[in-house]
């Protein structure tokens, strides 16, 4: 097996609503078998879990318990500017889409009108980008 697959493409989901996290997260694992996958349901556990997992993306709702995603993404990009966030929200209003894009997001999809396809090709992207980078570094 070559190095660049035996080291896992993580992901991490930050969503307080249980279903929702729950559906998105076994669609990931179903088109993307091979991904390690960390879930949080507010931002002390994102800050947490990000610290101790690392991962290469992170989606992220805006409303959470404590703080909101905003201020938890200038928090991981503060620490970690390698990390991805996409913010994956009920609030797409152009405030937020814009506090998201000073915060340092890779993008911002609605819950309501982004497809399933955008999600994936997110996800493929980045995780290419990442492989791309890892194999350089090596």
């Not at 070559?2 to 088109?31: C, H, Q, T, W, Y």
Request: overall charge negative.
């Amino acid at each position: 097996m070559p190095i660049k697959d035996s080291v896992p493409f993580k992901m991490m989901l930050v969503e307080d609503n249980d279903g929702f996290r729950r559906s998105l997260a076994g669609f990931l694992r179903a088109r993307f078998p091979s991904i390690v996958l960390a879930e949080a349901v507010d931002g002390t556990e994102a800050m947490e879990k990000v610290e101790s997992f690392l991962p290469q993306l992170v989606f992220m709702d805006i409303k959470l318990p404590g703080q909101n995603g905003l201020e938890v993404t200038r928090s991981i990009k503060a620490l970690h500017p390698d990390i991805n966030v996409v913010f994956l929200t009920s609030y797409d209003f152009p405030e937020y889409r814009e506090a998201a894009r000073e915060c340092g997001a890779y993008r911002f999809f609605s819950k309501g009108s982004s497809t399933s396809q955008q999600i994936q090709d997110v996800v493929e992207e980045l995780w290419t980008k990442w492989k791309t980078s890892w194999v350089q570094s090596v």
